[in-house]
């Protein structure tokens, strides 16, 4: 098949105006099932372990034909001049001319090893559970890294280390890059994530050992990577029931109920796309024929990806008029020069689809970083835009360096404990450095604003540029632009149970704050 050199003005508007179907990559691997090849009508193949719905992966991008002699690759799109209509402006400026995700529908019939990725971040939504199917995710409590390592290379079970979930269809959870998971036999998902193929297997039931895996009728090699997968391992994660807390993601309605015919849920779990549910329910005396239930959408200016995941739905554009139909098991592109459309059931079952959109940086989860500094012992936390608070334990800063033989004289040396700490603290909660808008430091002392400077007589700090170093210093490592803010800690302590809803001076016009540590802090609210 030919690439066209230029797109004819037809072509153009199918392309940017249309509801576009593009062909699925099928893979065929060691655990994959029927039940991908049953709800796609597959009839000539046998089994497969993941259809690849939407790829912009250089490896496997997905294609679309034109006509019986001209196909496009997805990631050619742009090149020919349609990218602002395509993915949509500001989706094009922030992400580049790609879908800055990988939609897959999955079937496991045999256990998945127990694996991790160095690069991809993934939501698994779990779409139907055989044979009480479960899903590994994260560290049980209490699991050590030296435990671990030693269970990996001695060649156990390690799934013996790993919080099992007894999981169920609608269920959705987060897998952050560097933590352990695998999915079991009887498990069926859908998994949108980061545009990557990169996989480290841990452990993967003697596949490795050239013998006979479940259901296979010949022998088939499977390599382990034992050590890539533990260099990338996130071992500063949370772990057991803490962990699975922060992963599993809650569906929040945004627009009808049970009681009404269509109801729509939102999931905004990754920073780079967010997912909606959209379910079409049968009222009891719905069963007259040709009765149809309409969801207006419209693009606003970014593609929709819609995925079918039961039933039957009509699409119908505003623009043409045109009607396609999207059964179970479909994907449709919807560019951003569609704008408006509907969705349409007219099935007298339950319907229910997926739609995926990308998220512009304003709609993404923010957090700030909060460090507070003693003069025994320092604290790291993240407050999030909607208030939550994580936090790890505070540590006696002087101890945590005289164990590493550091020169707690050197301003770098704390610099690089700063910066150590924020990492773990973004490991722990699974947090993104892009998510991160501002670094808040509550200091010992009043700061020098004008000079931009902090001193500390505990610390190695005369007139430090520590605002200016720990931005540069964040920007060299995560490649991101931050603001740092220094206050007087006696301020930090007024602010933070002035603004937090369970603070002591919430809804208060008047108070004093009492801080007693290694120094002693009184900060004082009036009006």
Not at 89 to 98: R, V
Not at 122 to 147: A, C, Q
Not at 327 to 343: N, S
Not at 388 to 394: A, F
Request: net charge negative; aromatic share 10%.
């Amino acid at each position: 098949h030919k690439r066209p050199v230029r797109l004819t003005l037809d072509q153009k508007n199918f392309l940017t105006r249309s509801f576009l179907f593009f062909e699925e990559f099928l893979r065929n691997q060691i655990w994959g099932g029927r039940w991908i090849a049953s709800i796609k009508g597959l009839e000539s193949v046998n089994t497969v372990s993941e259809s690849w719905e939407i790829s912009s992966h250089p490896e496997h991008p997905s294609s679309i034909r034109l006509d019986e002699v001209n196909m496009l690759e997805i990631t050619e799109i742009n090149s020919l001049g349609i990218g602002k209509d395509f993915y949509g402006e500001k989706t094009l400026e922030y992400f580049g001319p790609k879908v800055p995700f990988i939609a897959k529908f999955l079937d496991a019939r045999d256990n998945l090893s127990v694996q991790v990725h160095p690069d991809k971040e993934e939501v698994f939504m779990i779409v139907g559970v055989r044979e009480n199917g479960k899903f590994y995710l994260g560290l049980k409590e209490g699991v050590s890294k030296e435990d671990f390592e030693k269970a990996v290379y001695s060649g156990v079970d390690l799934r013996e280390y790993l919080n099992p979930l007894e999981v169920r269809a609608g269920e959705v959870y987060r897998v952050p890059v560097g933590i352990p998971h695998s999915l079991q036999t009887g498990v069926q998902t859908i998994e949108i994530g980061h545009i990557s193929d990169h996989t480290y297997r841990l452990y993967d039931y003697n596949r490795d050992k050239l013998v006979y895996p479940s259901g296979q009728h010949k022998l088939q090699s499977r390599p382990l990577h034992k050590k890539e997968a533990l260099d990338c391992f996130n071992f500063d994660s949370l772990q057991g029931q803490e962990l699975i807390g922060r992963l599993k993601l809650r569906w929040t309605i945004i627009n009808g109920s049970l009681e009404n015919a269509i109801r729509r849920e939102r999931i905004s779990g990754h920073p780079d796309f967010y997912i909606e549910r959209i379910t079409f329910f049968r009222k009891k005396d719905s069963f007259a024929e040709g009765e149809a239930y309409a969801l207006k959408d419209c693009t606003d200016g970014r593609f929709h990806v819609l995925m079918c995941i039961d039933g039957i739905v009509e699409l119908k554009n505003k623009m043409t008029g045109d009607v396609v139909i999207l059964p179970e098991g479909k994907t449709v592109f919807i560019p951003a020069a569609l704008g408006e459309y509907e969705i349409i059931s007219r099935d007298v079952q339950e319907a229910q689809l997926l739609k995926i959109c990308p998220q512009m940086p304003e709609e993404q989860p923010k957090f700030n970083i909060g460090i507070s500094v003693g003069g025994t012992k320092f604290k790291f936390g993240l407050v999030s835009n909607e208030g939550e608070i994580l936090s790890l334990p505070e540590f006696n800063w002087r101890q945590k360096l005289a164990r590493g033989f550091q020169d707690i004289k050197n301003p770098q040396t704390i610099l690089n404990l700063f910066m150590e700490e924020i990492g773990i603290l973004l490991n722990t909660y699974s947090v993104l450095p892009c998510q991160i808008e501002s670094v808040g430091i509550s200091w010992p002392g009043p700061p020098n604003n004008a000079a931009r400077t902090v001193n500390a007589t505990f610390l190695p700090f005369v007139e430090y540029p520590l605002e200016d170093n720990l931005k540069l210093e964040f920007g060299r490592k995560y490649n991101k632009n931050i603001d740092v803010n220094i206050v007087l800690d006696a301020y930090a302590d007024v602010f933070g149970e002035l603004k937090s809803k369970d603070g002591i001076l919430n809804n208060k016009s008047k108070g004093i704050v009492l801080n007693l540590a290694t120094g002693i802090e009184i900060g004082v609210l009036q009006d």
